[in-house]
């Protein structure tokens, strides 16, 4: 009952967030078997020239300095917002607020929040890791090579360009 659907405009007006920005959510440990610095790298890229994209980080672990430290030397403080771990009952206002949830994982076991992040009707972008394949297909989410930033990239794009895509993985998502 608690992650389910509601709508983005209410969840982002919730939280104060810009109701016309795209928006990305990664809510994954900041350890190395997460991924996190392909994502870094990719979003980098991809939210070049772009005014209208957000990362949301919500998440904690022992690459915090590093996160922080990278969204200082590469400018991103306008466009990364490193927000730490938030209580589980406040979690599907920000998957509901988010275009895309992604989870570059290099290994996983079944992912509870791969598993919210679907409740919630949000468009997934995730690596090729076999417990995360046994939820995702190319019916309901965008799958990348592990550890490719080039991958990662290509499907924020795809996204961004189309985001009837996502909204159409998000349903898919809650059936």
Sequence with gaps: EQFSRSD?????????????????LFN??????????????AYREFA??????????LSDGTGKNDVLKFITEKGLDDKIQLIGRVPNNELPAFLNAAD??????????????????????????????????????????????KGSTEEIKRTLEEYYINRELANTHGVRNIQ
Aim: proline fraction near 3%; charged fraction near 20%.
């Design 48 to 57: 070049a020239g772009k005014d209208d994209v957000m990362l949301l980080m």
């Design 100 to 145: 895309v949830y992604v989870s570059p994982s290099l290994s996983d076991g079944t992912s509870l929040s791969l598993l919210e992040a679907m409740a919630c009707g949000t468009g997934l972008i995730v690596t090729d890791v076999p417990a995360i394949m046994e939820w995702v297909s190319s019916d309901n989410g965008l799958i990348v090579k």
């Design 28 to 41: 994954r440990y900041f350890e190395p078997v997460y991924g996190v610095n392909y994502l870094l790298d």
């Design 8 to 24: 983005k405009a209410a969840a982002r007006s919730s939280l104060k967030l810009d109701k016309h920005k795209f928006i990305v």
